[in-house]
C-alpha cells in the first residue's frame, strides 16, 4: 500500500473525564448510565447526530423479540430501555413476543432524556480514530470532528463501538472472521401507505413460523409464529424481476395507524467486512437497490402494499458481526447451550440464539451467566469492551450480539470501570464481588 508521512502536531486536550465511552449503541448507552450512576463524571462519545446505535441508526425496532412466557433475563438498563420508551409513548406491541418494539425515532428523544436526567456528559457528530495509550495502559482518545483533532482523557475507557475500535487501535489483540463467514449486513427501510388490516389478513391466511426460516432449532420453535415473508419475493424472482443470486426475504415488526410498516428486515447480504470503508460503501448502494426490488414485490404480491412506496431507509447499514476481543476468558457456544456459571458473572442472558441458521427462543427458564472476562481485552489495562465485539466463539456470537446482551455487558463495564476508580485498582485487578454487588443495587439480577 502506498504510504505518506504525516506530520507530527500538538493535540489540545478537549476534555478530561472519570470513564469515557465512545459508541452510544444498547450496550455504549447502558455503559455510560451505569458509570454515571455510580457517581463517575462520565462522557459519551457518539459518531453520529444521536443517541441509540443499532435502535436509531439501523432503526431495529425488536430489541427482545426473544421474550415468551417463561424467559429469565438480566433485567437492568436494557429493560429500562423498553419500559422508558412505552412510557414516553415510543413503542407499540412487538408481533411475535411479549415485548415492546422501539419506535426507533422517538427513541433518540428517550436517549436524549436518559443521558440528560443521569448528567452524562454528550458528544455527538464526533469520530474516535486513535487511542492514547503510556505503555499498556490506555489515557484516553483521540477524535477527529469539526472542532478539529482533539483528544479526550479518561481514567477508564469503555470500547461500545460495536467493531472494537478503540481496542484495535490500542492494539489489544482481537479476531475476525473471513468476509465469507461474517453474518451478513443489512439495510433496513420503513414503507408508507400500506392497508394494515389487507395486510394482517394476508399473514393470517399464510402463516409463517420460525421453521421458515431456520436451519437449525430445537423443536420448540418450529410451530411459534414469525412475522417473516418470503412468497412475494421468490414470485419476483420467478418472473425475473428480482435477479436470480440475490436472496431477499425477511421480516416485518410493527405498523402506525396510519399505515406505515416501519421496518422492513428483508434485505441480508453476506460477504461484506464491516471493517473497510469500501465494502461499507457497496453494502449501502446495493442495499438500497435491493430494497427497491423488494418494495416493488411487495407491492405487486403482497395484499395491503399495493400503494405502498419508500418511507424511510435506515441511516447507517445494520452490522451483526466484525471484529471481536481476545479477552481474560472466552464464552463459547457450549456455554450459553448449556446454562454456564461464572464467578465473575455480571448478569445473565437467557438461552436465546439468533444466527448463523441457528434460532433459539427462551421459553423454558434457561440462562446462561454473563462473565466479566470477556469484556476485559488482554493486554491493554483500564479499558473494557461492552456490546457485540465481546471475546467469545461464532456460537456464542448468536447470543451476545443480541441488543439486550448487549445492555448486559455495557452495564457491567460501567459499573466495574466506576468500582475501579473508587478502589483505586485497575480493570483488570477489579473487586469482582463489589461490582456484583454495585449491578445488583442498580437492579441486574446476577444469578
Known sequence: MKQIKEASKIIPVMAETDVLVVGSGPGGLAAALAACREGMDTMLVERFGCFGGNITQ????????????????SEGIGFEFEMRAKQMGASRKEPQSQSEALDTEMFKCVADRLIEEAGIRPVLHCFAVEAVMEGGVIRGIITESKSGRQAILAKRVIDATGDADIACRAGAPYQIAQRKDLLGVTVTFSCSGVHKEQFLEYVQAHPA??????????????????????????????????PGDVEIAGTWSSFTEQGDATYLNVVYMPGYDATDVRD??????????????????????????????????????????????????????????????????????PEFLDGYGIVIIPTTGRYFQVPYGITVPQEVDNLLVAGRCVAGDQLSHAATR???????????????????????????????QSVQKALEKQGVRIA
Not at 209 to 218: F, G, Q, R, V
Not at 315 to 326: M, P, Y
Request: charged fraction near 30%; proline fraction near 2%; aromatic fraction near 8%.
Open 58 to 73: 439501523a432503526s431495529v425496532e425488536s430489541i427482545a423479540w426473544y421474550r415468551h412466557a417463561g424467559t429469565v433475563e
Open 209 to 242: 413460523s420460525l421453521k421458515n426460516w431456520a436451519e437449525k432449532t430445537t423443536g420448540k420453535e418450529d410451530h411459534m409464529f414469525s412475522p417473516y415473508l418470503a412468497e412475494p419475493f421468490r414470485r419476483a424472482k420467478e418472473a425475473g424481476e428480482i
Open 280 to 349: 461499507l460503501t457497496r453494502a449501502e448502494m446495493e442495499g438500497r437497490k435491493q430494497a427497491m426490488w423488494a418494495i416493488a414485490a411487495l407491492k405487486k404480491y403482497t395484499p395491503g402494499f399495493e400503494k405502498a412506496k419508500l418511507r424511510t431507509f435506515g441511516a447507517s447499514l445494520g452490522i451483526r458481526e466484525s471484529r471481536k476481543i481476545i479477552g481474560r476468558c472466552t464464552i463459547t457456544g457450549h456455554d450459553v447451550r448449556n446454562q454456564a456459571r461464572f464467578d465473575d458473572a455480571i448478569g445473565i442472558f
Open 402 to 432: 443480541q441488543m439486550m446482551c448487549c445492555a448486559v455487558t455495557g452495564q457491567g463495564a460501567g459499573v466495574a470501570a466506576a468500582v475501579s476508580i473508587k478502589d483505586k485498582m485497575t480493570c483488570r485487578e477489579v473487586d469482582i
